[in-house]
Every structure is written in structure tokens, then in C-alpha cells.
């Protein structure tokens, strides 16, 4: 006997055997990306003689793309069931004004998801084997042809 009684809990060994979905960070590696992208453009615009507006001018984009980028992968994370609190915004404000704190965000963030997956009974061996068995099926399927 299982499913949804007149009470409206489940029950049953359906429910027992469903696990809620993996988290994952959709932005992080975008964000470590676009960082190293932007330390070298950072370290090649003084060679065109642009000057300190230029560089400024660098760094403040970066900054406000690097807080919309953590302030969106927040809000995944949230919408995912990740519990934040409050520490979301100073992330987010602390993005704006310092060069490290993206780096520090994608560090914190990791674990953050880790440790939620773990939560969720997700170990870092079944990760590992469920990419392998994909790979294991894409070169199946390419055998194949």
C-alpha cells in the first residue's frame, strides 16, 4: 500500500526510494571563467595606453557582471532548496567592491553544494559513475555507427 492517503502524505516504498534531485551550481564555472578572463584583459589593456580610466573602467564591469553572476546563482541555488539566510547578500554587495571575493564565492560554493548532496544522500563516487556510465553509452553509441 502506497502513495497518497486521504491525509495527504505519501507513504510507501516509492516514496522511501525517491531521493530529491542533485544540486549543482549553474554559474560557478561560468564565474571562473569569465575571472580569468577578465585578469587578462586587465593586464593587456595598460599596453594600448588607455591608462588608469581604462583599467577602472575594467574593474568596474567586472565587478557589477561578477554580482549579477553570484546574485543568479543564489537565487538557483535557492530555487534548488539550498538554504542561504542573510550571508546572500553580503556575497553579493562584497562582489561589487572586492577583486577576490569571486574566487572565494566559487571556493564556498563547492562546499555548499557538496555538503547538500550529501545531505540528500548523493555520495561523490555516484557522481562519478554516473558520468562514467554516460560516457560508458556515448562510445557505445559511437561504436556503434
Not at 539550498?82 to 572586492?98: D, I, Q, T
Request: glycine share 10%; hydrophobic share 45%.
Amino acid at each position: 500500500m502506497s502513495g497518497q492517503h486521504g491525509d495527504g502524505y505519501r507513504r510507501g516504498r516509492q516514496v522511501e526510494e525517491q531521493r530529491e534531485p542533485r544540486v549543482g551550481s549553474v554559474y560557478r564555472r561560468l564565474l571562473l571563467i569569465i575571472w580569468g578572463l577578465g585578469a587578462v584583459i586587465l593586464l593587456v589593456v595598460p599596453a594600448f595606453g588607455v591608462g588608469w580610466t581604462g583599467i577602472f573602467a575594467v574593474v568596474l564591469v567586472m565587478h557589477a557582471f561578477f554580482a549579477g553572476l553570484i546574485f543568479l546563482d543564489i537565487r538557483s541555488l535557492r530555487q534548488q532548496g539550498v538554504e542561504w539566510g542573510y550571508s546572500r547578500h553580503l556575497w553579493f554587495s562584497s562582489a561589487l567592491v572586492f577583486p577576490f571575493v569571486t574566487l572565494v564565492y566559487c571556493w564556498y560554493v563547492a562546499r555548499v553544494v557538496r555538503r547538500e548532496n550529501e545531505r540528500r544522500g548523493y555520495t561523490d563516487d555516484e557522481a562519478a559513475e554516473a558520468d562514467s556510465d554516460s560516457d560508458d553509452e556515448t562510445r557505445e553509441e559511437t561504436a556503434d555507427r
